[in-house]
């Protein structure tokens, strides 16, 4: 059975922006009802080490929206690269093709991000990609496809983000609808509130 996007707000204790700009209206789930789902919420809970290393994993998790699977081949990844294993787990994760979208503005959300790139409305380096967690590089070009419809529904969520600051990181062109990565994302550039090094202690264990 499928959990809705906002119990799973509800359940982390945090704004995980899964439904778009609703998270920034009255109608948010925190807002309204900062407390877990169910019956008792306010049941004893012990509060475990490992408790709070899943906690912090299924809240990354699920802002990303990556399965287990994917994310412990990121994880994987991460180990391999030079530096923080924590700080490139996030790198990694924000340069998905899904969230670079998101965090253009070509999307309200990062499912819509991923609908986009799925129907192949989505050009990177003028090649069309269907895959939203492929990771962009430094010089990507990328350009939404010359459907009216789907202009109409990115220049509408330009609108809805426009008050939302864009990252040092990337290069957006309002008007043509595409934009440029002009660098790599740095462990700053994650404004979403996460331990990185629990999930790392939890992951090497």
């Known amino acids: 059975m499928k959990t809705s996007a906002c119990k799973l707000c509800r359940r982390e204790g945090v704004k995980l922006f899964l439904k778009g700009n609703r998270c920034e209206t009255s109608k948010c789930a925190i807002s309204k009802r900062n407390f877990a789902p169910g019956m008792h919420p306010w049941a004893r809970v012990r509060h475990s080490e490992y408790r709070t290393q899943l906690r912090e994993k299924q809240k990354l998790k699920r802002y990303y929206g990556v399965q287990e699977a994917q994310f412990t ?109 002009s660098a790599l994302p740095a462990r700053t550039d994650v404004t979403f509130e996460v331990r990185e090094q629990l999930i790392v202690e939890l992951m090497s264990k």
């Not at 994760?93 to 990062?110: I, K, P, Q, T």
């Not at 129907?119 to 009216?148: A, K």
Request: net charge positive; with cysteine; proline share 5%.
């Open 73 to 181: 081949k990121y994880f994987k990844h991460a180990v391999r690269l030079p530096g923080n294993t924590g700080e490139n787990l996030l790198v990694l994760l924000e340069r998905r093709l899904d969230n670079v979208l998101y965090a253009l503005g070509f999307s309200v959300s990062r499912r819509g991000a991923r609908q986009l790139i799925a129907h192949g409305h989505v050009l990177v380096n003028g090649r069309r990609c269907d895959v939203p967690s492929m990771q962009v590089r430094p010089g990507d070009d990328l350009t939404v496809t010359g459907r009216e419809k789907v202009r109409k529904v990115v220049k509408e969520s330009f609108e809805q983000r426009s008050s939302y600051p864009m990252p040092a990181w990337l290069e957006r062109d309002g008007e043509k609808l595409s934009a440029k990565v």
